[in-house]
Every structure is written in structure tokens, then in C-alpha cells.
């Protein structure tokens, strides 16, 4: 993957730089950079209703994004809204949803979710009286379906989950845990947080049978300020609109306003055109290298992470989630007695680029007892010597803090 | 970039002076930074308007711990009154270091923690 690391012009600019936290953002490719740049320095019209060539190009290409998405996730393109990120496509969600929450209903969570994707789902349940559950993670930090089933009843109206958990780095049967959902509530809604799988594990829609998916660009090589909301068309369509304004609406008078279909609907004001280009190019990138190429990379730096730190530290290094055989690029740890920050501090100070804290997933490090963890996240440029830098870092960490 | 962990920092993180509880303590507070989920908890012991014994018990990152040390070392015996004026520069000023903003809410506990036991819980008082 050398040729692959030549492809984002960061390492040219800091050639020493060991970059672990692409679970957070991963970094971008040249072609990501050109697409953005290029909308601006060639086109840089609004999308919509231009009359003239260079809006017509814009909303042609934008649209052609649309497009790519739905290919990239087994959707259609009518099924594709244009968020900001992972976070607004969720939010966006639970606001749609309020009329259909009544008091007495409840929405089921599991205590691995990302705060984007807890959060949206507490502040429904209280607005709208319902109740909010919270399904227990295995050891492994994965989330079982038998035991899903038994928090779902026929008045679970949503069931919200992560593909991968953002701390454990360890994947979850989504197409079982939607099955067996749908098995206890034909009517429930499901909702996949993929931050996570985009652009680094093999996603289909149409097999995982999800009723709604959420991703950002940025954390699959796309540039920020573009994400992406899958929702079903049959659903989608009937779906009251997120916020109005501009670019969503059929006729607007006084007494009556008809809004757009959707995707459109959901779509309102001016998008981040330049990033939607950027997500273009970052689907292109991650087809090229091959999601499947991109997932055993990741997962094979990780597992040799792994073991080169548990041979390193022994019984001081405690990882989370699958150790022997990683199925993501994320490791996350602890150090006894250094506390993370400390060691990402020190770490940082040597361009080796680890996160620290709770990794906006409290309620998991709550039910794990710790204050914080460390992260590092592998991704396709990262050599075998970053994993070797890190080591020799943690080394001169405990060295630091331990003499 | 100098090392955060200049050689005070460290010594004061791996051999924390004035830890423990006061029996007698008159004063007493908590705090918490959500950043790196450090908890401080200070007794204080005040006389004719000094502080005449403090001590702190805690966990979290090596600058809080490190800054608690540092802050219950230099207010020994000093006039309530003049550490109720103390700045976040003062700490900083004790530590040694500058520090980014997310790091500055780890240093900044033990004053927290501190001023917030001189001023609302006075044991006596409850």
C-alpha cells in the first residue's frame, strides 16, 4: 500500500507523521482534495435551478454523487439525503420520527453507541414520554441479537445501533440484529450508525434489510462537512421535513406550502456542494483500492498491533474487544496507573497521533469502569513502522511515568 | 515543542505531597473535569484566617494530580483571603508549562476544587 500512501499529500508536508486516529477523521487523497478544489475553481455555481452551463454542470455532478452513494450502499438514488456529517443525518432522523412517538412507546439503544447516536434517541424518548432502553454489550463489544430481542416488544418503535463500535473496533451482526428486531416488531424501524464501516467494510443495504443508515464523508476519506442518510423509499417518502427554507419546496404561499419529495425534502438551503464532489471522489478512492482490500489492510495492522503491544507490555496493556483477530482498524486501551491523556500528551509531542478520552461513548466507558481509554486507528496508509513508532512511544511513556 | 512533562510535573504526579484526608478538616470540596474524568477531592483546615493544614485525595491525568500537589504545597500557612485572589496564571505560573485548552481544564481543578471548599462548604457551618 506504499502507492496508496503516496496519495495523500499530508505525508509530504509532514513526513514524520505517525497517523493513528482515522476512526476520528482519516486522512485525505489528493484526488479528494483536487474534487473539492476543482468545484470551486471551475464551476462554483449553486445546485437547482440555474439556467446557465456552469449550474447545470453543478447539479448534473452533484446529482451523479447521489448516484455513486446509493451504488456504494446497494440503495437507490431517491433513497440518498446529503447531511453534514453522521450527526445530522441522526438528528435529522429523530426529528422526522417525533409525530410518530407517542407516550408508552419506547426506543431501544445499546450502552456501545457514539453520542450521535444515543443522544438524538434520549432527548425523542423524553420529548415524546416514551421510554428509553438500553441493550447491554458483550465482552467482545459486540451486541447480541438474542439478547436485543429481549428489550424490543411490539412497542419498540426504533432500534438504533452501530455498525462497529467506535471504541471496540468490533463489528456487529447488523443483517441478524435487524432479523431478529423485525422477528419481535414487523413495524419497527431500524437505524445503523455506520460512521465506522463507510469506506472501510463491505455495506448492502438491501441484505442488511436496515430501514435507515448514516455515515460521514470524512471518516471514509471524503472531506468534511458532507454525510450521508440512507432511508428506505417507503418510508422516506412519507416523512415530514427536517428543516425548510430554500431548495425544498414545490410552491410556498401564505395559506398552503408544498414541499419537495424526497431526498430533496430533507434537503433544505444551499449544501456543501464542494464536499459532496469530495465525497464523489472519496467513493471513487475506496472502490479503486477495494473496500475488501481497505478492510483486511486495516484489520491486519491492527491485529499486528495488537500483538506486538501484549508481547510488549504483558500484563500492563489491557485492550478492548477481539484480541487475537481484529475486524477493524481500532484498538483502544489502557496503561495501568498512566492515564490516557498523559500518554496521547506524549505520544502527540512525538507527531504520533493517538486519541484519548471517552471517545463521545460515556455510557460504555461508565459500564466499563473507566474514566478514559486510549485509541489508536489504523488505516490504509499506515506502514508497519508506525506500529513499531508506537510501541517504542509507549515505551518511552512508561519510561516517562513508571521510573 | 518542549515536553509537557517537565521534571517538576513528573515528581509531583509520581510522589504527590499533601495526599490523604483531614480528620478535622472545616472545609471540604469536590470537583470533577469531564475531559479526562479527573476527580479532586481537598480538607482544608483554616485558623485565624490562614490555612493551616490541606490535604487532597484524587484521581485522574499527571497534570491534575501534579497541579493539586503543587497548589496545597504553596498555600500552606497563607492567608485565606490572598488564595481566594489566585489565577489560573498562578497555577500555570506553579506548574511551569503552558498549556492547550484542553489540558488548562486539568491544571485548573485543584483551584476549583480548592476555592470551592473555602467558600461553600465550611463543615461547621452545616
Redesign the interface.
Known sequence: MQTIKNQFPIFDARPGLVYLDSAATALTPISVIDAVSSYYGTLSANVGRGLYATAEETTAQFEAVREKTARFLGAKRDEIVFTRNTTEAINLLAYVLEDQIEPGDNIVVTALEHHSNFLPWKRLAEKRGAELRIVPFETDGSIKGEIAQEYIDSKTKVFAFSAISNVFGTPNPVAELVRMAKEMNPDIMTVVDAAQAAGHSHIDVRTLNCDFLAFSGHKCFGPTGVGVLYGKEAILSTLPPYQVGGGMVQDARAEETAYKDSPHRFEAGTPDIASVFGLGAALDFVEEVGIDAIHDYESGRATQAVSKLEKTFGDSIHILGLNDRRESGIVSFTLDGI?P??IA??LG?HDICIRA??HCAAPL?RVLSL??TARASFSVYNTKTDIDTLVEGLKNVVK??KS | MPSLYQAIILDHSKHPRNCGELAHANHHGEAKNPTCGDSLSMDVITENGLIADIRFTGQGCAISQASASLLTESVKDKPIETVLTLTPDDILALLGVELSPNRLKCALLSLETLKLALTKNDKNLS
Open positions: 492515564h491523556h498523559d500528551q506524549v509531542e478520552g471517552e466507558h474514566p478514559a516517562l511515568f
